[in-house]
C-alpha cells in the first residue's frame, strides 16, 4: 500500500515570496491533515479536512496560510508571502476516519525562508 | 486540551527495557492517551493508543494506571534502531485537539 505522497521534499525561498506543496493521502483515507514542525518542537496542526471540507483550522495563520483539499483526495498548502519564521518541515497526514488517533504521516516538505 | 509533560531525553542500551513515562493530571474523562515515534527526516509514526489498565501490540506495550494520571510506554529489548522522539498525546478520538504533540523525549539506545 502506497504511503503518504508530499512533494517537493526540499524548497528554498526568500522572504516575501511565495510557497505552494502537495499532498496525496493514502487511498481511501477520508481525512487529511497539515502540520507545521518547527526544529526541535513537535508538529504543530495547521488544518484538518474530512473530505473536501475543514474540520478545523484556527491555528492555520490565515492572513498568509491557505489549503485546499478540492476533490477530497490530494491537497495543498501555500504560503505568501512567506516569513522567515515559517522556515519548518510540513507534514501532511491522513487516517481513515476522523475517529481515530492513529495517523499516517509523509515524509514531509522542508521549507527554508532566507 | 490536556497537557503532557515527558522528559525530555533519555539514555538506554541494547537489549534493554525502556520505559518512558508521560504525565497528563487534567485528562478528561473522554480522553485517550496515544504514543507516536518520530526518526529524524520523516513524518511520526503511530506506536499504540488506549485508554486504561494495559495495552500491547507488536511492538510496545502501554500501561495506563487507575487513576489515569500518567501513562508509561514500555519498549522492549531496544535496539540502535529505536533511537527516535517520542510524543505522548492526549486527548478525544475523533476530535483534531488530541492530535497535539508536546516536545517529545529524545531516546537515544547506545551500544
Known amino acids: 500500500e502506497a504511503g503518504v505522497a508530499q512533494s517537493p521534499r526540499y524548497k528554498i525561498i526568500e522572504k516575501r515570496q511565495s510557497v505552494a506543496f502537495w499532498c496525496n493521502p493514502i487511498?481511501?483515507?477520508?481525512?487529511l491533515y497539515w502540520y507545521q514542525q518547527i526544529l526541535g518542537q513537535g508538529p504543530k496542526l495547521l488544518i484538518q479536512?474530512?473530505?473536501?471540507?475543514?474540520?478545523?483550522d484556527s491555528q492555520l495563520p490565515k492572513d498568509r496560510f491557505s489549503a485546499e483539499r478540492l476533490k477530497g483526495v490530494d491537497s495543498t498548502l501555500k504560503i505568501q508571502p512567506a516569513k522567515l519564521e515559517d522556515s519548518a518541515v510540513y507534514l501532511c497526514?491522513?487516517?481513515?476516519?476522523?475517529?481515530?488517533?492513529?495517523?499516517?504521516f509523509g515524509e514531509g516538505s522542508r521549507l527554508t525562508v532566507l | 486540551l490536556a497537557k503532557t509533560t515527558q522528559p525530555i531525553s533519555m539514555d538506554s542500551y541494547e537489549g534493554q527495557e525502556v520505559n518512558i513515562t508521560c504525565s497528563h493530571n487534567?485528562?478528561?474523562?473522554?480522553?485517550?492517551i496515544t504514543w507516536y515515534q518520530q526518526f529524524p527526516s520523516q513524518g511520526p509514526r503511530f506506536i499504540i493508543q488506549?485508554?486504561?489498565t494495559k495495552v500491547t501490540n507488536e511492538v510496545a506495550s502501554l500501561f495506563i494506571p487507575a487513576d489515569r494520571k500518567s501513562s508509561t510506554l514500555s519498549l522492549p529489548r531496544v535496539s540502535l534502531s529505536d533511537t527516535a522522539v517520542y510524543y505522548c498525546?492526549?486527548?478525544?478520538?475523533?476530535?483534531?485537539?488530541?492530535?497535539?504533540f508536546g516536545s517529545g523525549t529524545q531516546l537515544t539506545v547506545l551500544p
Open positions: 497526514a491522513s487516517s481513515q476516519t476522523r475517529n481515530t488517533g492513529e495517523l499516517f
Open positions: 487511498s481511501g483515507h477520508a481525512t
Open positions: 479536512f474530512q473530505n473536501n471540507g475543514v474540520v478545523d
Open positions: 487534567n485528562i478528561a474523562t473522554n480522553d485517550y
Open positions: 488506549g485508554y486504561k
Open positions: 498525546l492526549v486527548g478525544v478520538s475523533g476530535s483534531a485537539r488530541q492530535l497535539t
